[in-house]
């Protein structure tokens, strides 16, 4: 996840852990009750993931699918942090920094 360069260690290992325990599930990080990334699919999903393409991705298998999401609820906004372009990895570093300095 190149263009998703704030999500924290912390995160990675909240939806690993997920995934151990549900592994037949779809497992989707949110925030704030809103959906982000990165999304975990078991491996009988991969055929239909390698014809995914462009900025809605793999959006319809959890639509299609949703009864076998789990929805884990993390503590960063990160998630939803997409960086296209030198603008958006400058604006995500300053709220970034902004955050860090609350504390």
């Not at 990165?38 to 991969?46: C, G, H, K, N, Q």
């Not at 993390?74 to 958006?88: C, G, L, M, R």
């Amino acid at each position: 996840m190149g263009d998703m360069p704030f999500v924290s260690s912390k995160i990675l290992k909240s939806i690993a852990d997920c995934s151990r325990q549900n592994s037949a599930d779809i497992i989707v990080p949110t925030h704030q009750g809103r959906r982000g990334h990165p999304v975990v699919f078991p491996a009988e999903f991969f055929p239909l993931l390698q014809h995914c393409s462009g900025d809605t991705g793999a959006k319809f298998l959890i639509q299609e699918n949703r009864h076998r999401c789990s929805f884990v609820e993390v503590n960063e906004p990160s998630i939803h942090w997409d960086v296209d372009t030198i603008e958006a990895l400058q604006g995500y570093a300053a709220l970034l920094k902004e955050s860090n300095d609350d504390i």
